[in-house]
């Protein structure tokens, strides 16, 4: 008898279209390709996912798709000035979902509902934990909820949120960080390491970084080669999703506390020394 593979799950960015990807003007619709503009950092956000392992998945909501009002062509021709650009870099969608639906039609498809991902979540096995979902708005957030996945909520038209994830496994130890420099300080960490697990969760709060960690580690040896690969997740996760630092400065500070001095600098600009 044959034995059945089962198939690997694999990590998945969910993510809108509008207000997060592209402009989305006051009348919530962009009707045309004159209309469309890539927002700031989308490029780079997106080719970080790719580099990090990622599907991406859009899922958008488009208010009378395939009316007389809005016909389909008048949304292939804005998804065209949207994908091709992107594809030129390198960043193409595994899977496009919209729903043409109204608000007020009840259909089962319209996020924050999950039927439009249905054949999609029952033929692909996702990871829950690496998995997640940017968006601009509330519906996108409870999307990720019904899912059971992070959510990142971005602000209307802005930047992208500049989110990348490291995986590595050695002998000692399996390491997954992802993070989100544009967060609000959200973290969910796991090292198997008390003391640790509270550290990382302050640099996640203090920083506004928000932080997903999953280490195991071979523990009942000694605690360093899992703070050790960690530390080395860490910086590498934060420097992929810095990408070309552009904008990036210099900074530096002093902190005298009771019986304390702590001075740190922290160069992120990527010089290099001669």
């Not at 207000?19 to 989308?42: H, T």
Request: aromatic share 6%; net charge neutral; proline share 4%.
């Amino acid at each position: 008898m044959k034995k059945t593979s089962e198939k690997k799950s694999v990590a998945v960015a969910f993510i809108d279209r509008d207000g997060a990807l592209i402009r989305e003007p006051d009348s919530l619709l962009v009707g045309s390709p004159d209309e469309v503009q890539i927002l700031p950092g989308v490029i780079a956000g997106l080719k970080t996912l790719v580099q990090s392992g990622y599907k991406l998945v859009m899922v958008t909501n488009q208010d009378g798709l395939g009316s007389s009002s809005y016909p389909l062509s008048a949304f292939d021709a804005t998804q065209k000035k949207l994908l091709d650009p992107l594809k030129k870099e390198g960043v193409v969608f595994d899977e496009i979902f919209a729903c043409p639906h109204m608000p007020d039609d009840g259909c089962d498809c319209r996020k924050p509902k999950t039927g439009l991902l249905k054949k999609f979540l029952k033929d692909t096995p996702i990871d829950l934990a690496r998995s997640f979902v940017v968006g601009d708005r509330e519906t996108d957030m409870q999307l990720a909820a019904n899912l059971g996945i992070v959510g990142y909520k971005m602000e209307r038209n802005s930047s992208f949120p500049r989110i990348a994830a490291v995986s590595r496994v050695s002998k000692e130890t399996d390491v997954f960080i992802r993070c989100n420099l544009d967060g609000k300080g959200i973290f969910n960490v796991d090292t198997g390491i008390k003391f640790f697990d509270h550290m990382l969760e302050q640099v996640s709060k203090h920083s506004l970084i928000d932080l997903s960690v999953r280490a195991k580690g071979d523990i009942s040896v000694d605690d360093h080669h899992t703070v050790e690969d960690v530390g080395l997740v860490l910086g590498e996760v934060i420097a992929r999703a810095l990408g070309e630092r552009k904008g990036i400065r210099r900074y530096g500070f002093l902190l005298p506390m009771d019986d304390t001095l702590v001075e740190v600098a922290l160069d992120l600009g990527g010089r290099k020394n001669p």
